[in-house]
């Protein structure tokens, strides 16, 4: 009994150490540094977001070992703190949680000189500010309390969230002599193409081809879990110029 009490008060720190989050800055996006100042975050909210990033057997068995800890906990403390305890400890362990907290901290790291906007994307995509908006405090602590709320569930429209990027760039996709109202794109995904104008991997490529043609909007791009598209995500981020990182 001693042991479970403990542990209650262990699970239950861990639960306020890991909205320590909600304050840190970062210059990096999944170990990318953020060298250009028109950024657009491309986050998948599909409902496979919501199942936990288990890579392999060891972490399966870690997933299945922490969720018996975290019942017994959630017993042990009784009622509705313990559900309530429960509830938040195995959220935090699902892939859109843990994108939270590499999103989070680069928008608080931002400098006035950075613009940037949200475009999360399921079955549909919804955009956070319809234009670039500058990082000034209140910019940056409405977009964190967005971010904070963001709750998963559709499929996975990657396509219509790229031309909605591409869209916020304007001219300057297609004609060096004008501006680019965007410089950078990152898109983060689980999952495999299943909604939207293009489903097809192959028809993306090609679109973004079309709409990147003097590729002066970099790409990035990073998976999560087993089940995205290793290949397409790759191939969509050399295409242009960006990096593609397997989480």
Avoid at 54 to 83: H, P, Y
Wanted: glycine share 8%; hydrophobic share 40%.
């Amino acid at each position: 009994m001693k042991t479970l009490r403990l542990f209650a008060v262990l699970l239950t720190l861990l639960v306020v150490c890991n909205s320590c989050y909600m304050f840190k800055k970062s210059t990096s996006y999944y170990g990318i540094e953020l060298d250009d100042n028109k950024v657009v975050f491309l986050v998948d909210i599909s409902g496979s977001m919501e199942n936990k990033i288990e890579r392999d057997a060891k972490g399966q068995i870690i997933s299945s070992v922490t969720n018996k800890a975290v019942d017994a906990v959630s017993n042990q403390i009784g009622g509705a703190v313990g559900s309530m305890v429960g509830k938040t400890i195995k959220k935090q362990m699902t892939k859109l949680e843990k994108a939270k907290k590499k999103i989070i901290p680069v928008i608080n790291g931002f400098t006035e000189e950075s613009y940037f906007t949200i475009i999360t994307f399921e079955n549909d995509i919804r955009l956070w500010r319809k234009e670039l908006v500058q990082a000034k405090s209140a910019n940056k602590k409405l977009a964190v309390v967005s971010v904070k709320a963001l709750e998963s569930g559709g499929g996975t429209n990657i396509s219509d969230a790229l031309e909605e990027a591409f869209h916020l760039a304007g001219a300057g996709v297609t004609d060096p002599e004008k501006a680019l109202e965007v410089e950078t794109v990152f898109l983060l995904s689980d999952g495999e193409p299943s909604a939207g104008r293009h489903t097809n991997t192959r028809d993306i490529l090609e679109a973004v081809e079309n709409w990147n043609p003097l590729k002066r909007v970099t790409i990035h791009t990073i998976g999560l879990g087993d089940n995205h598209d290793r290949d397409f995500m790759r191939q969509l981020a050399e295409d242009n110029g960006g990096t593609y990182i397997d989480k």
